[in-house]
């Protein structure tokens, strides 16, 4: 019986669990930090070996396979050691699509992806049998052991791709790239660069690239690299023959010599970059022939995601809007650009390195007033200090609220978009979206 130890007890880690007992490993979830309870109680009621708040490396480099957590990175020593040991390590996307023969539809990009791929999703299900997984909802191997699609859209991170070996999504999707995380690649932006085409390494001419035509990152890399797939370029600035393009309010998408044409005032996502997400999508879609007039319509009563742009409640003519998701600049400069009215920002977290440059010309523009929400807010205060009549900082989410209730208008956006990490102040996005509603409702 093979030995199949995991690192990390959190989604990935216990769906790879039950994925891999069921193929019938021998499995051990190691995991450094405390495993949640409700992952606890998985691993208990499928009798499943675990530990936590350490890894036992004589259980550990005994495994014939690795499977890491994205969360964990190489330079931890128990990593290191798997290496050193020539123990043959992999990523939860590669090794749950060891066990399905399913056509895979993989999202990748520094912004957009999981409204690509929720929106991806809402397109293909009326028609298809098809899953939606990855870093979103249910990991990939949970779906598998749990379910037998037809068809998977999986929502994929670089760090996901970082250690894949032979995932080869038949439809790979990257919808932009912009420095992020780069605390994980040696603040080196070439090698997040190179972990984002891995989506496409392993593709053939069979397979499909639906990529954005007018990201420069992607068309610099792609000059100087040979890819082998079917290219799809997506773009909002020039006509495409092969693939989707933007003009005058109509989105155009040409695959071989089938046209689907579609107007776009009627679809219910804001701002340009999410035009982008849509002929993303809809690329997708009418590679697999998904009706013309269901892609329309299914584009019309899409509802968007939770935490990216969602607006929350209207208070004395003040809207509140959660863009919790945004993790790092570049989802900020899509959030501020869609303002459009006088805008209280709050703004803060974990930074990873964060320039905010590229901010400036939407804070003269627009913001009134800056919220710090963060631990540190030094770099936020050298940033914007100059910039807005009132920069405050706080690290109560309910005080950054009552702070945006004082300081808004009527007319105004008060805009949770932190452009940070979160796991200063809170668990993760959810939990910092989730209390900025919960602050909101209770004015």
Same mark, same amino acid.
């Given at each position: 019986?093979? @030995?199949?130890? /995991?690192?990390?007890?959190g989604?990935?880690g ?7 007992k069921e ?14 309870t409700?992952?606890?109680?998985v691993?208990l ?15 550990i480099?005994?495994a ?9 990175p ?23 699509s @060891?066990?399905? &023969?399913?056509e ?5 990009g520094?912004?957009?992806k ?14 298809l ?49 912009t ?5 994980r690649? &040696? ?11 891995? /989506?496409? +390494? ?8 639906i990529?954005?035509? &007018? ?9 100087n690299?040979?890819?082998?797939? =079917? ?6 600035? =020039? ?5 989707a393009?933007?003009?005058?309010? +109509?989105?155009t ?42 892609i ?28 919790s998701?945004?993790?790092?600049v ?15 920002? %709050? ?14 010309p ?7 007033a %800056? %919220? ?6 030094? =770099?936020?205060? +050298? ?6 009549? %009132?920069?405050i900082?706080? +690290? ?9 209730? =004082? ?21 993760n996005?959810? &939990? ?5 509603k919960n ?5």
């Amino acid at each position: 019986m093979k @030995r199949l130890v /995991i690192l990390g007890g959190g989604e990935s880690g216990v769906g790879t669990a039950l994925l891999g007992k069921e193929k019938g490993y021998d499995v051990f979830v190691s995991d450094n930090g405390t495993i949640k309870t409700k992952y606890r109680d998985v691993l208990l009621n499928n009798e499943i070996e675990f530990e936590d708040e350490t890894h036992t490396e004589s259980k550990i480099l005994n495994a014939d396979l690795v499977m890491k957590s994205p969360g964990i990175p190489d330079k931890v020593e128990i990593v290191k050691k798997i290496r050193s040991a020539e123990i043959e390590l992999v990523s939860e996307i590669e090794f749950a699509s @060891r066990f399905t &023969d399913a056509e895979l539809i993989a999202i990748t990009g520094s912004n957009g992806k999981t409204t690509t791929a929720t929106l991806t999703h809402h397109l293909l299900k009326k028609n298809l049998n098809v899953g939606l997984a990855g870093n979103i909802g249910d990991s990939f191997a949970k779906q598998l052991h749990e379910n037998h699609f037809d068809h998977y859209v999986l929502e994929v991170s670089s760090f996901q791709l970082d250690d894949i070996v032979d995932f080869k999504p038949s439809i790979a999707v990257l919808t932009n790239i912009t420095q992020d995380h780069l605390d994980r690649y &040696d603040y080196k932006f070439e090698n997040y660069i190179a972990s984002k085409f891995r /989506i496409v +390494e392993n593709q053939s001419s069979d397979d499909y690239f639906i990529y954005d035509g &007018d990201d420069p990152v992607i068309s610099e890399w792609m000059k100087n690299h040979s890819i082998q797939s =079917k290219l799809l370029p997506f773009s909002l600035t =020039k006509t495409v023959e092969q693939g989707a393009y933007y003009r005058d309010n +109509e989105i155009t998408i040409t695959i071989d010599n089938n046209k689907l044409t579609m107007p776009t005032e009627n679809i219910t996502l804001e701002g340009k970059h999410n035009i982008k997400n849509a002929m993303a999508a809809s690329t997708v879609a009418h590679l697999l022939k998904i009706r013309k007039q269901t892609i329309r319509e299914s584009l019309e009563n899409f509802q968007g995601v939770e935490h990216r742009l969602e607006h929350v409640l209207k208070i004395n003519k003040v809207q509140y809007i959660n863009d919790s998701k945004a993790t790092n600049v570049n989802a900020t400069y899509f959030a501020l650009e869609s303002m459009d009215a006088p805008t209280v920002w %709050i703004v803060g977290g974990e930074d990873k390195g964060n320039d905010y440059k590229e901010l400036f010309p939407f804070v003269n523009e627009k913001v009134k007033a %800056i %919220i710090c929400l963060g631990v540190d807010n030094s =770099k936020l205060f +050298e940033a914007f200090g100059n910039m807005v009549d %009132i920069i405050i900082e706080t +690290e109560y989410m309910s005080e950054a609220v009552k702070i945006a209730y =004082k300081v808004s208008e009527a007319g105004d956006n008060v805009l949770l978009s932190p452009a940070c990490a979160s796991f200063d102040l809170f668990e993760n996005y959810e &939990d910092r979206g989730r209390q900025f509603k919960n602050a909101v409702r209770n004015l």
